[in-house]
């Protein structure tokens, strides 16, 4: 993967430089806080390979790139501090609902150390099994240093998560760290050491102890952004530099100390009490609601949201919620196995095989959540059943998490405990969600419009549902499925173009090239019009005109896009001869195009012919794999 180029497009795709405001990422995702998100094309981000998905949800724009979005973030951030930077000159900030704006502060602020919180939870694993083995004594130095290392970014917390939220709400992040450090200061702390309760100027202080602690900050820092906004507009312009940042701390932390920090413990530990006691009434039921559930939170980006929950119950001494979650991620992972053991497709069996070791080892089940099972969608069903299955399994067994990790991989076993119990539960999922896959099928087609039968020979044609076109493929897609397919008998597709004829894999497009958008075949242009390969109904029309769906009498859908990103020309040099919804004939003009000023601009002409509903029949056959072909000359046959 050329991680620069892909960089670039994304980029260019959300909208340019100037509508990113922030950009964050996690262990799959950038997640991107644009200034307009009405600027950013999905639909073409989704079809740019080396991304898997693009989610909205918490106020950001997340884009699903997998194990690599640390290199393509390098690449990003290269281009400008898109790092909480200011946003850009004369943009309009997208108006957010309170809910929106509370998940994408805790989502935004939590990712980034998210990375850091395994590494140093899997320390933490490791010193609990070399403990348990009598290889490491717990009053030694190595223990001391080890454990340091593990400890010191659940310990300092506060001060971490001030740089974070500052970030994330465009303030000084280092007066924010600066908050959450005098939490941690050795005068501080001492109070708290020597009694329960301290004065300021005479006013009673409640004294805590705020190593790990996560709400105090979030309330801390939403107050002191609000706080340097008035600041600034009431200080003079050439002392804001040390007035500000002296003002905000002589305000805020005080403040935090009497009344913020305290208060934020006290929300923490009621949350974390209500979920706790919803957990511990019926384990039962809450795993089977977490196990079924917890994939789709994942899916919407906000299963980040937890984490203080999850964090406050392991200084309470251990959480509940991690394993009965772990449940559906184990299941996701059990239908990336039983795919791999069902299907015969090579290009599906590797997807999915490698998609199940990277879960088994990394813990990252994005590719198997959007390679799999959103394309094949008959397996949303066995997610949730093989999760709740799980999910109950694990809550009767009553397992805790110890060591805080949030990724479910071989190596993180030992922060759970018990661990044998943990992985029964973890096992059970997978078997589930394996067996059903197996069992069951994975995949579902019509046959006569009334009857649902499985399909054995799974190809990349029937994620034509879920892939799209840039914002103009998404149409064309979601248009044309909607055509019934009802008695389908023998058809002959012709050609809609004079030209040459190319196989769809040497196409320049890794969504037709794929046969992610069905089976057909491609045509380099000798002559700039494009024609009618049947006699049907004009189903997709597009205002860019570069592209159009055509159904047949005998319900073949065909989709011909003439160009590669040609959809960039925002229809320059396309003249469009009908209207969706037109009848035609075979060989009636339906686009003529400028080859030439096409060619000028860039663009290659390569015009992938494919039938997008190629899974309704049993053959799509090209009728020439190379050479020459005219207009109305026979290009596919399709057999029911």
């Not at 299955?389 to 949030?406: D, H, R, S, T």
């Not at 004079?498 to 894999?505: E, N």
């Amino acid at each position: 993967m050329d991680h620069n180029k892909l960089a670039q497009n994304i980029v260019d795709r959300v909208g340019g430089r100037d509508n990113i405001q922030s950009l964050t990422h996690c262990a799959t995702r950038l997640r991107f806080v644009l200034n307009d998100n009405g600027k950013a094309d999905a639909g073409s981000l989704e079809n740019t390979a080396g991304i898997l998905k693009v989610v909205e949800s918490g106020g950001q724009f997340q884009v699903v790139v997998g194990n690599e979005v640390s290199e393509v973030y390098k690449h990003i951030v290269k281009e400008g501090d898109f790092d909480g930077g200011e946003p850009g000159e004369g943009s309009a900030k997208e108006k957010k609902g309170i809910r929106s704006a509370i998940f994408g502060l805790i989502s935004g602020s939590l990712t980034p150390l998210i990375p850091v919180f395994a590494g140093a939870g899997l320390v933490k694993a490791l010193l609990i099994v070399l403990e348990k083995l009598g290889w490491i004594a717990v009053d030694s130095g190595t223990y001391a240093i080890l454990a340091a290392a593990g400890n010191s970014i659940f310990y300092f917390l506060p001060i971490l998560l001030g740089i974070t939220i500052a970030k994330v709400l465009n303030v000084n992040s280092y007066v924010a760290a600066a908050i959450g450090a005098a939490l941690m200061e050795p005068n501080f702390t001492a109070l708290a050491a020597a009694g329960s309760a301290t004065h300021f100027l005479g006013i009673p202080v409640a004294l805590m102890n705020y190593a790990s602690s996560v709400f105090p900050m979030f309330i801390a820092v939403s107050i002191y952004a609000v706080l340097e906004k008035f600041l600034k507009k009431i200080t003079h312009r050439n002392i804001q530099l040390f007035a500000v940042p002296f003002l905000s701390l002589v305000i805020m932390v005080p403040l935090t100390a009497m009344l913020i920090g305290p208060f934020g413990q006290y929300v923490g530990q009621w949350i974390g009490d209500a979920v706790n006691f919803l957990i511990n009434s019926n384990s039962i039921i809450a795993g089977i609601i977490l196990g079924g559930s917890w994939s789709f939170l994942v899916l919407l980006g906000l299963h980040w949201a937890t984490v203080p929950i999850i964090m406050n119950n392991l200084n309470a001494g251990g959480d509940l919620i991690v394993p009965l979650a772990a449940t559906s991620i184990a299941a996701s992972m059990g239908i990336g196995l039983g795919v791999f053991l069902k299907t015969k497709d090579k290009d599906l069996k590797a997807l999915s095989g490698s998609s199940f070791l990277s879960a088994i080892l990394s813990g990252v089940t994005e590719p198997i959540l959007y390679g799999i099972i959103l394309r094949y969608r008959k397996t949303l069903i066995y997610l949730v059943a093989a999760g709740a299955i799980g999910g109950g399994v694990m809550g009767y067994l009553g397992v805790k998490l110890i060591a805080f990790n949030f990724f479910l991989n071989v190596f993180t076993l030992p922060a759970q405990s018990p661990v044998l119990l943990y992985v029964i539960g973890i096992l059970v999922a997978i078997a589930v969600g394996a067996l059903c896959v197996v069992l069951f099928g994975y995949e579902k087609k019509k046959d006569s419009g009334t009857v649902e039968t499985e399909v054995e020979n799974t190809s990349d044609n029937s994620n034509h549902q879920q892939s799209t076109l840039g914002s103009d493929r998404e149409s064309v897609e979601q248009n044309t499925a909607d055509a019934s397919t009802n008695n389908v008998v023998d058809s002959l597709i012709l050609s809609p173009l004079d030209g040459t004829v190319i196989p769809l894999s040497e196409v320049e497009d890794v969504v037709f090239s794929s046969e992610s958008m069905g089976k057909g075949a491609a045509i380099i242009p000798s002559r700039g019009q494009l024609v009618s390969p049947v006699d049907g109904v004009v189903s997709v029309t597009m205002k860019s005109a570069h592209a159009i769906a055509v159904t047949s009498d005998e319900g073949v859908e065909i989709l011909m896009h003439i160009g590669i990103d040609t959809v960039k020309l925002k229809g320059q040099y396309f003249t469009q001869k009908v209207q969706q919804g037109n009848r035609i004939q075979k060989g009636q003009v339906l686009i003529e195009f400028d080859m030439e000023r096409i060619r000028e601009e860039g663009f290659k002409l390569t015009t992938p012919v494919v039938v997008t509903n190629s899974d309704q029949f049993s053959v799509v056959t090209p009728l020439l794999t190379e050479g020459t072909v005219a207009v109305k000359e026979g290009l596919l046959s399709v057999r029911s």
